[in-house]
């Protein structure tokens, strides 16, 4: 009997409590039973998830909650219904944290993506509610897609002590840009780039030759390579097996389906990233200005196409929320 099946025979872990033991599990939803359920130790929501967490008849009392509190803003408009949405994702937010130990991600306005100052006015105002609520900043990341105005923003949101999850990731300069802005957090998107090479190219990838997990794998050794302390959150997974080659990464932002997929498996679980291999590769340090990141992002089809695309997806999902809580106004 190998070391390993010993090994995993003496535990009897799953496969997601072997994760947990070199990977900071995030939940990739804003569904409360299936945060408790699996004990992830962070939670990411977006307005999407929200709006989908809306329709269930157990979230419909905090849009309740809500709406009744803030009728008497004394706002009208599109003013009273930002005013609302940006409420409700800090009230999910907050009772999130109630679970979980860690942090949470709440996301900017995907229509903010290519403005600074709206970017960190909207940050500000989100960080602001959560502090009326009496959560800590640290508690909370802020998530800001990582085109050049998004990066710029949360560089001057993470000197005020702001702490960012840069998300809509896609390439190695948006990556290294990110961790020269010393953000907290990156979100490379693993499944929309599997999606994109297995539509262009018509062919399915698995294991180690995902492009997925491979710009994953090519960001993490550049963070750990030069000694960069932004940490590296895998997102947007398709199958178990873009996580399992992650294994090891700083953290994996997973969803339910994916976590429950996940804790039926006791197979050992090997750990497949991991720092001090990262520090030995021969990596060539990319030096960055404005005009390089917009051609490099430019250059790659994929990055470019994936960013704008997922930007105009997070922007109707905002909209999609916003007509939703307009609904709801009497």
């Known amino acids: 009997m190998s070391t390993a099946v ?10 997601l409590e072997q994760l947990k033991k070199f990977t900071k599990v995030v939940a990739d ?62 009230q999910f937010g907050t009772d999130i944290l109630e679970i979980v130990p860690g942090r949470v991600s709440t996301e900017t306005d995907a229509r903010l993506s290519y403005d600074v100052e709206g970017s960190i006015k909207k940050a500000r105002q ?12 640290e508690r909370v990341l802020i998530k800001i897609a ?12 993470q000197k005020e002590g702001i702490r960012c999850n840069l998300t809509l990731m896609f390439s190695l300069p948006q990556a290294v840009r990110a961790a020269e802005a010393k953000v907290q957090l990156i979100s490379p998107f693993v499944g929309r780039i599997y999606d994109w090479y297995k539509k262009e190219n018509k062919r399915d990838y698995t294991g180690p030759e995902d492009p997925g997990v491979q710009s994953v794998q090519e960001i993490y050794s550049y963070y750990k390579k030069f000694g960069h302390k932004t940490e590296v959150m895998g997102a947007s997974f ?20 994916l976590m429950k997929e996940l804790a039926e498996s006791q197979e050992p679980l090997e750990r497949k990233l991991d720092p001090e291999k990262a520090k030995a590769a021969k990596i060539d340090k990319l030096e960055l200005d404005e005009k390089k990141f917009r051609w490099l992002l430019n250059e790659n089809a994929m990055a470019y196409e994936k960013t704008g ?6 922007a109707a999902d905002v909209v999609k929320l916003e007509k939703f809580v307009a609904s709801k106004i009497k």
């Open 6 to 15: 010993a090994e995993e025979k003496k535990t009897k872990l799953n496969q």
């Open 29 to 90: 939803t804003a569904d409360f039973e299936s945060i408790k359920d699996f004990k992830p130790e962070d939670a990411t929501t977006n307005p999407s998830l929200v709006y989908a967490a809306t329709q269930k008849q157990q979230y419909t009392r905090l849009l309740d909650e809500v709406l009744a509190d803030r009728k008497k803003s004394g706002l009208s408009g599109h003013a009273q219904i930002e005013d609302i949405c940006d409420h409700l994702l800090v």
């Open 126 to 137: 989100l960080i602001k509610l959560y502090q009326e609520r009496k959560i800590p900043r």
């Open 146 to 157: 990582s085109t050049w105005e998004g990066l710029n923003a949360a560089e001057q949101l």
């Open 238 to 257: 398709r199958n178990v097996g873009q996580i399992r080659e992650l294994a090891g990464c700083d953290a994996l932002t997973i969803s339910p389906e």
């Open 309 to 314: 695309e997922g930007i105009r997806k997070f």
